[in-house]
């Protein structure tokens, strides 16, 4: 589906408001058909990426091309890009199909290649309906907005956006006012959809379970950088900074020293790793996810601690092991007794080496 | 004794003070001087003479409110807007004269308008001819849009200010031109401030006597003038309360059509 | 980033123009009650004699005396009816507070030349001399439906089981009344009294025609500008300007604005 194509390029993007520096030095791009998510915690700069692209803020410095050509400067209104804002934005002084219609009505009959006004009313009806059925909601066309719940409204919005034939769509954390059940329902929805149409898809959220359900791509943000960009897979699995390794999943962060490839030495002990490549004796950021930590008999284990609480997850038990210098979150299918004096090993390509991140 | 009772002293005010009032302008409307009933008062002011003058205050009172509309929907669409610094105290300014007693502006009016008043002043001294301008329409006119300017300002400001920006983003992002976000989305979305904006402009200005009295030195006659003469020097209280009467009903058939622009009375008005 | 600069040159030069509209005439006004001159044409000098001569006029003190008579003694009443009757309507049913409310915005919603009339007819009617008492009653009406809007947010504010929490504690409806509700919706009563007392040193309409021999400040003016510009009005006219200010001041302190009336 992806076709190597870039769509769209993000180079050297900065953004002040006045004395703060909102994005900084941001390089992106997004292919043909893609699913983006923009993830990372409130006030790192996703959603001011996300008015760049939509035209509604103007880049300090840098450039944004689409299909190659420089749009840094062009007003919304003349790109082809639409947006599903935040809290929907619907014009309450229209209907549901008016509320789609908007910008179809906008365009000359030509624009939609129609050859007089009353077939262009055909089209747009036409169109709308699609829309409709698309975000299954047919029937509600008479309906006024203010009568809709916050799921429908959402499917108006989205509805809104894509019956303009984008080649992108914003998403600026559309989930966000919803009930988990329906989160999740919309979710797959949404990719379908994305699929279906084949548009590229660019999706801003701070929830890390929504962005490695339904992107291809994963760009996570954090004080105003991309810190890494990647397929969830990537990402999850491995995490280039302490930091996403701790915004995507849980983790146990620990400081540690490279001391030759393959031997790193934390928590005073020295463990085998698949990392190279490091400075002898560099400190690094060691991380190791709680379900990659296996809980053995306490005189076999490379640590040796106590279960300070357990607290059953669903699939899983959470327990927290205090080996004296580090307390560990480790994640087991089999539960321990709390005081219980617990092993915990750890395979060698379970041991993530980051290097340490220069303070932003 | 049950809570809701504490009202009782506010209702009874409220009817013996405002309905039962109103009653008595009906009564005195269809009765003549000796308490009899007639239609006579009516069919008095259905003579030319009077109904000129009833024409002559709506029109004027119509040509204020449009000249409010002009000159206050850019003013409260350009305070409502985000790229303007101490937008707030801006907007306190530009309500404050509406606090201050319509007499006083009138007067202040009055000081720049009179034959030798501060214009004609201003006019001498760069050497061009007085002009003659307390009696004519324009005068009154403009006092009356001084008076009543804020008032149109401040339902329409209200509405702006409480439209959600996105919504023009929205607009823009589906394609909509900056005009074509004031035609399609800002002007519809402020109806029901506009709608309030005209009834706090239209009413009192349509009923007013003092401001023509004041700018016309009488040559300008309307509807508030004949009833202030007919209750206060001429004391003829059955005319002057079928005036009154045919007044109000005119104005509750127009505030009643402009209610059907904005049904939902969602308009940020005074009431 | 042109065009942008141009758009905010051109709303700049609108509003000041709008703000130009509305405050010369009030500058020109306030600037001539301190001229030496009784003309409007020429700037002989700075006096305060305007003023003192206003203070030294019968007619205006008395006039004075009036308006803040009528506005204390107006307010005092609406305060009382229009707090009971906040309380009382929070506590009615729906169909109830419906008609109260329809009833409350009557005198709103009618021209202050209708209302002012068909007060005066009753009065007349009844044959209740017209003066410093059926102007206050008069007031009353006007006043109190602001007291009971001011009061009435703050009551909606309010938790509904504070005053069954007081009577669950041992307290006299009364009681709880004074110790719980009152404190809870103090604000609003203030606004609505300030609100209350502006709007009747304020009015012209309503006075004019409601009262015979006494005269407030306001028909003090209509009656000396109907002779015609007279410098000592001028003065009268900015002390009045600057009173409002200080009251509307006040009040906005407390609401802002945009939510008077």
Same mark, same amino acid.
């Given at each position: 589906m992806i076709q190597d194509t870039r769509l769209i390029e993000i180079k050297n993007v900065c953004k002040r408001f006045g004395e703060t520096e909102v994005l900084h030095d941001v390089n992106l791009y997004i292919r043909k058909c893609e699913f983006v998510t923009l993830l990372g915690p409130s006030g790192c700069g996703k959603t001011t990426l996300l008015r760049i692209l939509g035209g509604f803020e103007m880049p300090t410095s840098g450039e944004v091309l689409f299909e190659g050509k420089d749009v840094t400067a062009i007003p919304p209104y003349k790109r082809r890009i639409n947006t599903v804002f935040q809290k929907y934005a619907l014009f309450n002084h229209l209907n549901v199909y008016d509320n789609i219609a908007f910008g179809l009505k906008l365009k000359t009959p030509e624009q939609m290649g129609c050859k007089s006004k009353k077939e262009q009313k055909e089209e747009i009806h036409r169109r709308v309906m699609r829309m409709l059925k698309l975000v299954k909601m047919e029937g509600y066309e008479k309906r006024s907005t203010n009568a809709l719940s916050g799921g429908q409204q959402q499917r108006i919005a989205i509805a809104r956006a894509l019956v303009n034939e984008p080649e992108v769509l914003l998403l600026d954390e559309p989930l966000g006012a919803l009930d988990l059940k329906l989160r999740k329902e919309m979710q797959l929805e949404l990719k379908t959809m994305q699929q279906q149409l084949g548009i590229t898809f660019i999706y801003v959220t701070h929830d890390q379970e929504e962005a490695l359900t339904m992107s291809d791509t994963i760009a996570v943000m954090n004080g105003g950088r991309i810190q890494q960009i990647g397929d969830p897979k990537g990402i999850y699995d491995e995490p280039k900074n302490a930091f996403v390794a701790d915004f995507i999943g849980e983790s146990n962060i620990l400081d540690g020293v490279m001391l030759e490839d393959e031997l790193v030495k934390f928590h005073g002990t020295e463990f085998q790793c698949v990392d190279e490549g490091f400075a002898p004796d560099e400190p690094v950021d060691v991380v190791i996810r709680p379900e990659d930590i296996m809980i053995v008999g306490a005189d076999v284990g490379m640590l040796t601690g106590t279960v300070e609480s357990v607290i059953f997850k669903g699939v899983h038990y959470e327990m927290m092991v205090n080996t004296g210098a580090q307390r560990w979150k480790v994640h087991s299918t089999t539960m321990q007794p709390v005081g219980s004096q617990v092993g915990m090993t750890i395979v060698p390509y379970n041991i993530h080496i980051m290097r340490k991140q220069k303070e932003a | 004794m049950k809570r809701s009772w504490y009202a009782s002293p506010y209702a009874l005010w409220m009817v013996l003070f405002t309905a039962v009032p109103l009653l008595f302008v009906c009564y005195y409307a269809f009765t003549d001087a000796s308490g009899a009933f007639t239609v006579g008062n009516f069919t008095k002011i259905a003579q030319p003479m009077y109904l000129l003058v009833l024409w002559d205050s709506v029109r004027l009172a119509f040509l204020c409110t449009v000249l409010c509309l002009l000159i206050g929907y850019p003013t409260a669409y350009f305070l409502s807007g985000r790229d303007l610094n101490h937008a707030q105290s801006l907007v306190v300014l530009i309500l404050v004269p509406m606090w201050m007693n319509f007499l006083l502006r009138t007067y202040a009016m009055m000081t720049l308008f009179e034959d030798n008043g501060v214009i004609n002043s201003l006019l001498e001294a760069v050497g061009l001819p007085r002009l003659h301008m307390i009696g004519t329409e324009g005068a009154v006119l403009t006092g009356m849009v001084y008076n009543f300017l804020p008032f149109m300002v401040l339902p329409i400001y209200t509405v702006l200010k409480k439209m959600d920006y996105s919504i023009i983003e929205a607009a823009e992002d589906l394609g909509c031109s900056p005009l074509r976000v004031v035609t399609r989305v800002v002007l519809p979305m402020s109806v029901p401030g506009v709608v309030s904006g005209v009834t706090m402009v239209f009413m009192p200005a349509v009923t007013t006597f003092a401001i023509s009295r004041l700018l016309s030195s009488g040559m300008i006659y309307l509807v508030g003038d004949m009833i202030e003469d007919y209750f206060i020097s001429m004391n003829n209280r059955n005319v002057g309360s079928s005036i009154s009467l045919v007044m109000l009903v005119l104005i509750i058939l127009s505030i009643g059509l402009l209610r059907k622009v904005d049904p939902d009375n969602s308009g940020g008005g005074l009431w | 980033m042109n065009s942008h600069r141009t758009s905010r040159f051109l709303k700049g030069t609108w509003l000041a123009l709008v703000l130009a509209f509305l405050y010369i005439p009030i500058i020109v006004m306030i600037a001539l009650s301190f001229n030496a001159s009784v003309s409007r044409a020429e700037w002989t000098g700075f006096t305060l004699g305007w003023y003192a001569k206003l203070f030294q006029s019968r007619q205006i003190m008395e006039a004075l005396k009036v308006t803040l008579e009528v506005a204390v003694v107006a307010t005092a009443v609406s305060v009382v009816i229009g707090t009971l009757g906040a309380i009382g309507m929070h506590a009615? =049913?729906? $169909? +109830?507070? =419906?008609? *109260? =409310?329809? @009833?409350?915005? @009557?005198? +709103? !919603? !009618?021209?202050?030349?209708? !209302? $002012?009339?068909? @007060? +005066? *007819?009753?009065?007349?009617? !009844?044959?209740?001399?017209? $003066?410093?008492?059926?102007?206050?009653?008069?007031?009353?009406?006007?006043?109190?439906?602001?007291? @009971?809007?001011?009061?009435?947010p703050k009551l909606r504010q309010m938790n509904p089981n504070l005053y069954e929490a007081a009577l669950d504690l041992g307290c006299h409806p009364a009681k709880a009344l004074t110790k719980v509700i009152l404190p809870e919706i103090n604000p609003g009563i203030v606004s609505g009294a300030l609100l209350a007392f502006t709007m009747s040193l304020d009015d012209f309409v309503i006075s004019y025609f409601t009262s015979n021999t006494d005269q407030n400040l306001a028909m003090i003016v209509y009656s000396a500008a109907r002779r015609g510009v007279e410098p000592t009005m001028y003065a009268l006219s900015t002390l009045m300007f600057i009173v409002i200010m200080v009251l509307l001041l006040a009040v906005n302190r407390r609401s802002g604005l945009e939510n008077m009336g």
């Open positions: - | - | 009615m =049913n729906a $169909g +109830m507070a =419906n008609v *109260l =409310n329809t @009833l409350s915005y @009557l005198p +709103m !919603t !009618t021209p202050d030349i209708v !209302t $002012g009339v068909s @007060l +005066m *007819l009753m009065f007349v009617f !009844t044959r209740v001399p017209l $003066g410093k008492w059926t102007m206050i009653m008069a007031h009353v009406t006007f006043d109190t439906p602001y007291v @009971l809007f001011s009061v009435m």
